[in-house]
């Protein structure tokens, strides 16, 4: 379920940045080959990674949930320059042929460095050998509270955090639907950065929700 009207959503598409040929393959790919395509970003919300990556310029991004790289790309393709980088992890190691692919077909592939395996054994070391501007949290559910409790600390003032999801099909609002591990994760994570007066956040209502994070 989109949280914007489906009519709204064709309005929007038609008013805005169209989508790159080399993502509109890539999403046509997604949809042929993989499983769960629905978790493929796709057209309007790729064009908003892009846009927020234009408006904070940074340096370094970090990706949790790279699934078939289309994020990755759009944020890669927002960034300054080939100076500019993304470090994306993916848990799913038969994904790493598809994305690789993905990555060499667009030119901003070249910006984008790839990790394979559990973020949660990942990010200490990423954390601790690079300083990110940017994080972008699309991965397990019922882990986005550890995530953000890994991050929040380790994140230089003025860094955001993007968390997708965070609306989740409207469960998070639905008082009889507190029973999946997925749902109570996101429900978990969206009442911690509420209550944490370390950052500013807002949520975007659009497809399934984006919280916006600013570290203070």
């Not at 080399?22 to 790919?29: A, K």
Request: glycine share 6%; with cysteine.
């Amino acid at each position: 379920m989109l949280t914007t009207d489906s009519k709204i959503e064709e309005y929007i598409l038609e008013h805005i940045d169209s989508e790159p040929d080399n993502l509109h393959l890539l999403y046509r790919r997604v949809n042929t080959e993989l499983l769960y395509s629905r978790m493929c970003s796709g057209h309007l919300q790729g064009r908003m990674l892009k846009m927020l990556v234009r408006m904070v310029r940074p340096q370094r991004v970090l990706e949790l949930g790279t699934y078939a790289g289309y994020s990755a790309l759009c944020i890669a393709e927002g960034l300054a320059d080939d100076s500019c980088t993304v470090d994306t992890i993916e848990v799913e190691d038969e994904l790493e042929d598809f994305i690789t692919r993905s990555l060499d077909d667009s030119e901003y592939g070249r910006r984008v460095r790839l990790h394979i395996g559990d973020a949660m054994e990942l990010l200490p070391r990423l954390l601790g050998e690079n300083s990110y501007d940017m994080v972008y949290v699309d991965a397990n559910k019922r882990h986005y509270v550890e995530y953000y409790n890994l991050l929040v600390d380790r994140l230089r003032s003025g860094a955001f955090i993007l968390a997708d999801n965070t609306l989740w099909d409207g469960k998070v609002a639905d008082g009889n639907s507190h029973n999946d591990a997925q749902t109570r994760g996101i429900m978990a994570f969206n009442d911690l950065v509420a209550a944490d007066d370390r950052v500013e956040k807002a949520i975007l209502p659009m497809r399934d929700g984006l919280t916006l994070i600013y570290k203070k």
